[in-house]
């Protein structure tokens, strides 16, 4: 456990903690040296000549002294251990958790993520800040006592060394008991903060169909409680008997001690002095040894909850390159791109070029993999097959910095932050001035959400961005995209039904976005189609087709058939700011599925 302990603190943290076993094994030591001295005190004191005792006082002054000492900075430096491990830990966790691929994010991993840093960091850190003193002083002390008594009359230190397999073997039969009782609740309490995370998040979705407190995921919380309160009724009954088992064991294991000396004296063999002061020993030592047995349960807990941090810090994150290069433009290509989550494919083979500078609209069914391409294109995933270039060279070949420096990511579901509009917009680049900030929400027309809201600028958006409708939030983040001024943006329009002004505003956010910057829009709203450079149709995860609006309708292929129907549709004219939401037409792309 101290091994890895020390692997997982790493090589910074490896003199500071030698000091502190250091420190708390000389402290334990010196404390089974002074009980030991109690033997040649009580000797000289009930000897012919009392005198003899003070050098043996003199000893023990000094001895208590040193460990009074040790103990004391024992325990500072415990406390400093602990602190400076959840430290460490929580870093290595969090650059751990940075470097993952965004797909391994689901609901369940980041209930655990967070039990790992809040209660499993705490167990961990505890076994310097409480458990390691108590341990060693219950094992230390009694070993060196026992060592000691050699010295003393060997006959009882020989049958005190016989009885430690036996409490060794309780001991191990004790922690594995209640190792496998807190496995089996440590388990159903993750499972049960996992389903209060989910009740929680789809409260929205469980109110609007009228089944808050008794559907079938307000069942399932219940039974996960249940659960719970099973398994840690078990793992009291049954670690209870390994701890009981424990203390009779060793109760048992000084008795035999004291049967022999009170056997050796009646003989004549043992003095009454060293008798007494064995008696005297034994009463002491109960207590500790029983203590650290009740803490190798916690030990135990220490240790899986280690366990688990390794296992997240094992987990591979997306390689960075050993020799980085740099993209030459912003120009980005699909080559023959394949990809699939968790073994199901989504993309088969897609290839594409964006060039630099232009603006790329992503027309296709539903569920055709348009995130996706940004996903691949911002590096979140890496590609199964195939590549991704940018300016001629592998994502996976940029370093990881430049890359983000490289590309802006507007999501369709936008998220604000607590704070000001100012504070959200200044998200995009912490470093600029009020002046760039308010240029970049002019140029996004976020001014004109500003100039409504009661307290302006300072008007606090809340978490999440309720105040805002889904086409002002994204208004929000075309401008922290403007502000970051990065030459490639990956946005996904706004599919919410947008009022006339909303739309024509993000319209002309876009515009102001494309300006000289290689644009790839997933589009779902055909004014945007229309003002791309490049449609790309994605379908059966292939592009199956790509071009300008006219070449496209001049093909007659899938965009044509779907441009038809929209034709067809009425009320429809194709105006900026009038244009029917895009979501919907798409959606009516002729679907193979369909047997188009
Ligand atoms: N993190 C994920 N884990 C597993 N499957 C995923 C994940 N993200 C997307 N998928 C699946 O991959 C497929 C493509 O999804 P993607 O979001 O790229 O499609 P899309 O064309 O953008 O869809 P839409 O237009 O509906 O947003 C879908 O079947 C989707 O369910």
Do not use: C
Not at 360 to 379: E, H, N, Q
Not at 447 to 452: G, M, Q, S, T
């Amino acid at each position: 456990m101290i091994r890895r302990l020390f692997t997982l603190l790493g090589p910074e943290h490896r003199g500071e903690l030698r000091s502190l076993l250091g420190w708390l094994v000389g402290a334990a030591v010196l404390q089974g040296a002074a009980f030991v001295l109690l033997v040649p005190i009580l000797r000289a004191l009930l000897g012919d000549n009392p005198d003899d005792v003070w050098p043996w006082i003199l000893a023990l002054v000094a001895t208590t002294a040193g460990y009074g000492f040790a103990h004391r900075v024992g325990l500072l430096a415990s406390a400093d251990a602990g602190a400076g491990l959840s430290r460490t830990v929580h870093h290595r966790i969090g650059d751990r958790v940075a470097g993952l691929p965004l797909g391994w994010f689901s609901a369940d991993r980041t209930a655990a993520v967070n039990q790992l840093a809040t209660r499993d960091v705490m167990d961990v850190m505890g076994v310097f800040a409480h458990l390691l003193r108590p341990l060693l002083t219950g094992f230390v002390t009694p070993g060196v006592v026992v060592a000691l008594m050699y010295v003393f009359d060997w006959r009882l230190a020989l049958a005190a060394t016989l009885t430690v397999p036996m409490l060794a073997l309780v001991y191990r039969w004790s922690t594995r008991l209640a190792h496998q009782a807190d496995a089996a609740s440590d388990a159903a309490q993750v499972d049960a903060g996992g389903r209060v995370l989910e009740f929680a998040r789809a409260q929205r979705v469980l109110r609007v169909f009228g089944r808050g407190a008794t559907g079938p995921a307000a069942r399932a919380l219940d039974e996960a409680l249940e659960r719970q309160r099973a398994a840690g009724h078990r793992q009291l009954s049954v670690a209870v008997p390994g701890l009981i088992g424990f203390a009779v064991a060793v109760q048992a294991a000084f008795t035999v001690v004291i049967i022999l000396g009170t056997y050796l004296a009646l003989d004549g063999s043992l003095d009454a002095p060293t008798l007494l002061a064995v008696l005297a020993l034994a009463a002491r030592f109960i207590e500790p040894v029983a203590e650290a047995a009740a803490l190798g349960a916690e030990l135990q807990k220490a240790s899986r909850a280690l366990e688990r941090i390794e296992n997240l810090l094992a987990l591979p994150t997306l390689p960075t390159p050993a020799a980085p290069r740099h993209p030459e433009g912003t120009g980005i290509e699909l080559d023959n791109v394949v990809f699939g989550y968790e073994g199901r494919r989504v993309l088969s083979g897609a290839s594409a070029w964006l060039a630099e500078g232009t603006m790329t609209a992503l027309v296709g069914p539903s569920g055709s993999g348009k995130t996706t391409v940004t996903r691949l294109i911002a590096r979140f995933w890496d590609t199964d097959s195939g590549a991704v270039r940018i300016g001629g060279v592998d994502v996976r070949e940029i370093d990881p910095d430049e890359l983000t420096s490289l590309i802006s990511v507007v999501f369709q579901d936008v998220y604000l932050f607590e704070g000001s509009i100012e504070d959200n917009i200044r998200v995009g680049r912490s470093g600029a001035s009020a002046e760039q900030v308010r240029e970049a929400a002019r140029l996004a027309r976020v001014d004109e959400i500003v100039a409504r809201l009661p307290e302006g600028w300072d008007t606090r958006v809340g978490e999440g961005g309720s105040a805002l409708s889904g086409g002002e939030r994204q208004r929000v983040s075309i401008a922290r995209a403007i502000l970051k001024d990065a030459p490639i943006v990956l946005l996904d329009e706004a599919t919410s039904a947008l009022d006339p002004e909303n739309e024509q505003a993000v319209a002309q956010a876009l515009a102001a976005l494309a300006n000289n910057r290689t644009l790839l829009v997933i589009a779902h709203r055909l004014g945007t189609v229309m003002a791309a450079d490049q449609i790309l149709v994605l379908e059966r995860g292939l592009v199956v087709e790509s071009g300008t609006h006219t070449q496209l309708i001049g093909t007659g292929g899938r965009y044509a058939a779907f441009w038809q129907r929209r034709r067809g549709a009425e009320g429809w004219r194709l105006a900026p700011g009038t244009a029917p939401t895009g979501e919907a037409a798409l959606a009516r792309l002729p679907h193979p599925a369909a047997g188009h």
